[in-house]
């Protein structure tokens, strides 16, 4: 289990800052500010577009969890029938985002992660459902 530590975000997507993080408790929540790992291929594609240099944990804000309905149509978020965010289709460089296509009632240890800091936010509207496994810290001074 990991412990207590300290992260810096400094990505535009969330606050940027130093903080610190802690040990996940038995059950994530909606509203949390979590750390979790990029799965490989989202890693890979990151680093190819150049948003990301490097491989670091991802800071983002939990918005749904187990038994909430969410759904991307139309190029926006909803999450148990409110409208959450936009979905947008190009990035600032002009580059195709990745389209999700979800409209389902999330299962136990699934999470869908975002950033409202700024539309572009690469994040569960471009990359899908958070497992879990992939997450391994709450950050507690956000």
């Given at each position: 289990?990991?412990?207590f530590g300290v992260t810096h975000q400094f990505t535009d997507s969330m606050k940027k800052g130093v903080f610190i993080y802690a040990?996940?408790?038995?059950?994530i929540k909606q509203n949390d500010v979590v750390l979790f790992n990029l799965s490989s291929k989202w890693l890979k594609f990151l680093l190819n577009k150049g948003y990301l240099k490097k491989s670091i944990p991802v800071m983002k804000k939990v918005f749904a969890?187990?038994?909430d309905l969410v759904c991307i149509k139309r190029g926006k978020v909803y999450i148990n029938h409110r409208f959450i965010s936009k979905v947008l289709q190009f990035d600032h460089k002009n580059n195709r985002l990745?389209?999700?296509k979800i409209c389902r009632i999330l299962k136990n240890g699934e999470f869908f992660l975002m950033s409202t800091k700024i539309p572009n936010s690469f994040d569960s509207r471009y990359m899908g459902?958070?497992?879990r496994a992939q997450i391994f810290a709450r950050v507690i001074n956000y």
């Open positions: 289990m990991l412990g040990p996940l408790p038995q059950k969890t187990q038994g990745p389209k999700v459902i958070i497992k």
